[in-house]
């Protein structure tokens, strides 16, 4: 089923975005076929008041695959962020990243380019009345290798508008095999922030958390020069107090990266580094949220939602002072959950969107 009689759910439903906007609650999902990359890929907007009576905003269409939305405010103005990829199944092809504006209730700009060539954004985050984004652009096609660095490098840019970005202080903070980031900032405006290192670099695979100082924002400080062997994969942070929390992919019968697997040392790094993400592919996932240690950098998790086979690209939004509103995708649950991350990609049932609130619970 849809929110709205406009649009046609297909059997792919992820991807999803959400933002609170003069008092409406905007949410945005990719539909397709399939997970994969497909030319049929649709890009969806609607709006409501009520969480029941939805309004239908827009629908994106480019003839090839859309994923990463994002919404922001700005100025008081509303923009949709979104990156064209290609139509190889197998390949990920970043072609161009879009914005949109809104002016009204189902109309928005025409989408615009902006960014640099390859560049994918994976988070913005407001802080004070200015965007911070998280991009990454790079060679995404080779396995990683520890002793191949250099593919993949992250920029952190910031805008007041929504519309010009500049980088906070120096054009590219890191170098490697880092991607999508989940980060936050502290009361001080500190930063900190957890990634994923599927692409592996002189730490190995996993991911790394990190620290960055507010006098200088793009000086990430790695708590530890090993990653860590679970791995996060669609980082989502949020501070609740003086606390940070990740809302990430669980990996219950991981860790990505088998480091002390001696058989599997004896191979050249990349195939040893295939053999971990077929392993990852296999195994059963679900969404979870972490909290993170300030002292160590470790996370230690404290809740499951909902989710199973193919699941986790959440959008969080605070609803009220201790209560927040997840998004999130799943593979179905009722009672035909597949048993494994890729069976969940490719099954017929797809996946749909579903929301949650979660509440923190003051101690007498």
């Given at each position: 089923m ?19 906007f ?23 907007l ?60 189902g109309?928005?700009?025409e ?24 991009s ?51 009361l ?8 994923r ?30 990653s ?7 980082p ?24 002390d697997?001696?058989?599997?040392n ?18 059963q ?7 993170l ?53 490719v ?5 749909v969107?579903y ?10």
């Open positions: 849809s929110l709205v009689e406009e649009v046609i759910n297909m059997e792919s439903n992820n991807n999803v975005a959400s933002i609170m003069q008092g409406r609650l905007f949410i945005a999902w990719r539909t397709a076929p399939v997970h994969f990359a497909s030319a049929d890929t649709r890009l969806h609607a709006s409501s008041e009520d969480l029941v009576d939805w309004t239908w905003e827009q629908t994106y269409f480019l003839g090839s695959d859309l994923r990463e939305p994002l919404f922001v405010e700005a100025e008081g103005n509303l923009f949709f962020y979104f990156f064209q990829g290609g139509t190889n199944p197998t390949d990920f092809e970043p072609l161009g990243l879009f914005s949109s504006q809104r002016s009204e209730i109309v928005w700009t989408p615009q380019l902006f960014g640099h060539e390859g560049e994918v954004i994976w988070e913005i985050v407001k802080e004070n009345g200015t965007l911070y984004s998280q990454y652009s790079g060679d995404y096609s080779t396995p990683g290798d520890a002793q191949d660095l250099g593919k993949l490098q992250l920029f952190f840019n910031r805008s007041e508008n929504g519309v010009d970005w500049s980088p906070v202080e120096t054009d590219s903070v890191y170098t490697g095999g880092l991607t999508e980031v989940g980060f936050a900032f502290d001080a405006g500190n930063l900190w922030g957890v990634g290192n599927e692409d592996g670099d002189e730490s190995g695979w996993g991911s790394r958390s990190f620290f960055a100082p507010h006098t200088n924002l793009s000086d990430w400080r790695f708590f530890s020069n090993e860590d062997q679970i791995i996060y994969e669609s989502k942070m949020f501070r609740h107090g003086s606390e940070f929390y990740l809302v990430a992919r669980t990996d219950p019968d991981g860790p990505f990266w088998s480091k697997n001696p058989v599997l004896i191979l050249p790094a990349w195939e040893h580094h295939l053999y971990d993400l077929v392993s990852f592919s296999l195994r996932h679900g969404t979870g949220i972490w909290k240690d300030q002292e160590t950098g470790e996370l230690n998790q404290v809740l499951d939602l909902v989710g199973c086979g193919d699941t986790a690209f959440p959008s969080i939004i605070r609803w009220s002072k201790n209560m927040y509103l997840i998004l999130n995708y799943s593979s179905t649950i009722d009672d035909n959950c597949p048993p494994n991350w890729i069976m969940g990609q099954s017929p049932s797809g996946s969107i929301a949650q609130f979660i509440e923190f619970l003051i101690q007498e």
